[in-house]
């Protein structure tokens, strides 16, 4: 047929280009096509579609294309990751629905948190308890006690090092996220894992928002009906719980939308636990440097900074050369992330942050101790309010007391000893001036010696049977005969004294029976005046314990405290008035000026005659002068005492007073253990002495208040005419001059 003919072209004709165009894709055949199936060719221009009947609708085009994929093959491969597919298409779907309501419920949890969360200044102090100040008798403060809190400080008001310090240490990029770090919590997460731990245990990955979420408890207060102690309300907020976490994340989130980021970190810098008692930058600051926050250098900005991970180990009154280290790696941060230059890091490392002077002191814990539990526990340890309190401490006399101690012990002592030691420092009036309760002078939250042990007082009880001798009439020049002596005792049988020489020296006067420590003519004087009446005289000078009823009262059997004994002395100084020792000078609030409280103690009742307290210091002076005491001498002072040891040498004592201070020293072991070649005239008097010649530098020797005894004249006795004819005129010259001289100077 001629091709002009008008026939149509052959199908075959059409599966080939015309000229000048391109020949379609060959299709793949054999194993190539049935492992990843046939190319697509490519498109054909889309003809235009030929009408349908009215009967057949045209199906949609995404149902067309559907049904065109469905029958393409899809080889070897392909069909092998059809379940995989559709597997994540189901996944898919379902974590995109997930998502959807969980964003929806966090979004509602969030929006409700912002809407419950208060304005700022409400809750930059979130302390439960307040705070006490103690001063010492001149106004400067020595120790802090409770949950401090300096004031409130901001991100604009605070010193920039410590602000940015914070920042470095604690969250680089907390000006950058939105409340959460994914990138902090994968780190930590990594972290723990490497370390051997469970992914949320150890590093929590925290930004300075959700740590300070956790530091507002996810704003649930503090109620004490609630509650069984704060401790169980701190510990249900430090919880690290997966639900903590998560509700503590919404919280966070909510107040990144309430609050801008200064107003967060101001919130944190005034709530986080410094070490030390205090809460806040500012509390902080004038713990450790005796300054405002605003005044912080880079170096103390750092070192302040590094407590926030472990405050009570890292605080520079525990450990200062850790603590320093810290602030160290903190300056590096500081630097790395350009917030100093590498002098200024240089510069604080080479020359690290230190302690204030009464920071560093950290003098007076067991007197600190002592006042927290002399006053009511609502100004006290329980206290609500930020509360002052003025006492009778002088700090020099407190490092002088503590050098004592540890000059002692360091020379004095064998080495590996457990033995004891408390010392006591008063006043006449019974204002405690200096207490250590313990060789470890500056602790504080131990057991006290000085004020909660009670021990026999052995012969340091011994003045106060002569006093009541004294008060009767009685004259230290009165003769008592140091025999073998013994009693009978009911449902006991005989008791017989014995001197601690296991010697007897005859007649003595009061005067040396007290001077060597006497135990007989001590027991015969006790029972000549009667024992209930040395138990009164002694009860009336401060010794309030229940005291022993036989005879062994008079050698110290009975039980005191050091506090109590160095008052009872202090009665003695003072003129025999009765003394109650105190530390409390006035209590009041930080808010106001007027005192709540007055002075807790002083001077009291007369217990004995102003004449007998005086020759009863005349006889303890020489105890220290020529008797047991000798070790406690002072040069250039006089000084008043007496040693006390009591059975099997549990305890030793020394007790004395110049005219200007007493003090009291106890030695021994908490466990009762007799103590090895120890008496009160040995280590406790050698301890007295090293601690008054200390708390004496730089005074003026005064004169002790004694009155030494009138000398009793000899009985007069007949002399025989014949005998009184031989009496030369130059041997009767010479008596009366004898008799003169004894009228001067006395007896003994």
């Not at 991100?155 to 090092?161: G, K, Q």
């Not at 007076?364 to 509360?387: K, L, N, R």
């Not at 939250?445 to 009685?474: C, D, H, I, M, W």
Request: hydrophobic share 40%; glycine share 10%.
């Amino acid at each position: 047929m001629a091709q002009g003919s008008g026939r149509k072209p052959l199908v075959a004709e059409k599966r080939y280009a015309k000229a000048g165009g391109k020949r379609p894709a060959k299709r793949r055949g054999g194993i190539w096509g049935l492992l990843f199936g046939r190319p697509k060719a490519k498109p054909r221009p889309k003809a235009k579609p030929r009408p349908q009947p009215r009967s057949q609708p045209q199906r949609p085009a995404a149902a067309r294309q559907k049904a065109t994929r469905a029958r393409k093959p899809r080889g070897l491969i392909g069909t092998l990751l059809m379940p995989f597919r559709w597997l994540l298409r189901l996944v898919w779907g379902f974590s995109w629905r997930v998502g959807v309501i969980v964003f929806t419920l966090v979004g509602m949890a969030v929006g409700y948190q912002v809407l419950n969360l208060p304005e700022v200044t409400t809750l930059l102090d979130g302390r439960a308890r307040g705070s006490v100040t103690l001063l010492d008798h001149k106004g400067d403060v020595f120790a802090w006690r409770g949950d401090q809190f300096g004031g409130v400080v901001t991100a604009e008001t605070v010193s920039p090092y410590l602000k940015n310090a914070i920042v470095a240490t604690e969250d680089k990029r907390f000006y950058r996220h939105f409340g959460i770090s994914p990138r902090g919590v994968a780190s930590a997460v990594r972290i723990n894992l490497s370390e051997g731990r469970g992914p949320l245990s150890g590093h929590g990955g925290s930004t300075i928002t959700q740590q300070t979420a956790k530091l507002l408890c996810l704003g649930r207060i503090y109620d004490p009906t609630e509650w069984e102690s704060e401790a169980a309300y701190e510990n249900d907020c430090r919880q690290g719980s997966l639900w903590r976490k998560g509700t503590e994340a919404v919280y966070a989130l909510a107040m990144e939308v309430k609050y801008t980021k200064d107003e967060i970190l101001s919130i944190y810098m005034n709530r986080a636990y410094m070490g030390g008692g205090a809460y806040g930058a500012e509390a902080a600051a004038q713990r450790y440097f005796g300054k405002s926050a605003n005044q912080l250098s880079a170096a103390e900005g750092a070192m302040l900074a590094g407590l926030l991970t472990a405050p009570s180990s890292l605080a520079p009154t525990n450990n200062l050369k850790r603590s320093q280290d810290r602030a160290a790696t903190v300056l590096r941060l500081m630097q790395e992330q350009g917030y100093i230059s590498e002098a200024e890091a240089k510069a604080g490392q080479d020359q690290p942050a230190r302690l204030s002077s009464a920071a560093e002191a950290r003098a007076g814990g067991y007197f600190a101790d002592w006042i927290m539990d002399s006053v009511p526990s609502y100004f006290g340890a329980q206290t609500a309010e930020d509360v002052v309190i003025r006492t009778t401490m002088d700090q020099r006399l407190q490092t002088a007391v503590e050098e004592a101690m540890t000059y002692v012990f360091e020379n004095k002592v064998r080495p590996g000893s457990k033995a004891q030691a408390a010392i006591v420092v008063m006043s006449a009036d019974g204002a405690v001036r200096a207490m250590v309760g313990g060789r470890k002078t500056r602790v504080s939250g131990v057991f006290n010696r000085a004020t909660q042990a009670k021990r026999q007082t052995g012969s340091a009880f011994k003045p106060f049977v002569y006093a009541t001798a004294l008060e009767l009439g009685y004259s230290p020049l009165d003769i008592l005969l140091d025999t073998e002596y013994c009693l009978d005792l009911p449902g006991s049988g005989e008791w017989c004294p014995k001197n601690y020489t296991r010697k007897y020296y005859g007649e003595v006067t009061l005067a040396r029976a007290l001077r060597d420590s006497l135990n007989v003519p001590a027991v015969k004087l006790s029972e000549a005046v009667g024992r209930d009446l040395v138990r009164r005289v002694a009860s009336d000078f401060g010794i309030d314990n229940d005291m022993a009823e036989g005879p062994a009262l008079a050698l110290g059997a009975s039980e005191s405290t050091l506090l109590e004994m160095t008052g009872a002395y202090a009665g003695i100084l003072n003129g025999g008035s009765s003394v109650t020792p105190y530390g409390v000078s006035e209590l009041r609030l930080a808010t106001d000026t007027e005192p709540l409280m007055g002075r807790s103690g002083g001077m009291g009742e007369r217990v004995i005659r102003t004449e007998a307290a005086q020759q009863l210091v005349w006889m303890m002076e020489k105890v220290i002068a020529e008797g047991t005491g000798r070790r406690a001498q002072i040069p250039g002072w006089q000084a008043a005492g007496k040693s006390g040891t009591t059975q099997a040498a549990r305890d030793a004592w020394f007790i004395g007073f110049t005219a200007d201070y007493v003090a009291g020293v106890w030695m021994g072991y908490d466990d009762n253990t007799p103590l090895s070649g120890v008496t009160g005239g040995g280590l406790p008097a050698e301890i007295w002495h090293e601690a008054m010649v200390r708390v004496h530098e730089g005074l003026t020797p005064k004169p002790l208040p004694m009155l030494a005894p009138k000398p009793i004249a000899p009985p007069v006795q007949p002399v025989p005419q014949r005998r009184r004819d031989r009496i030369q005129p130059g041997r009767e010259i010479g008596r009366a001059v004898d008799g003169l001289l004894r009228d001067i100077f006395g007896r003994n």
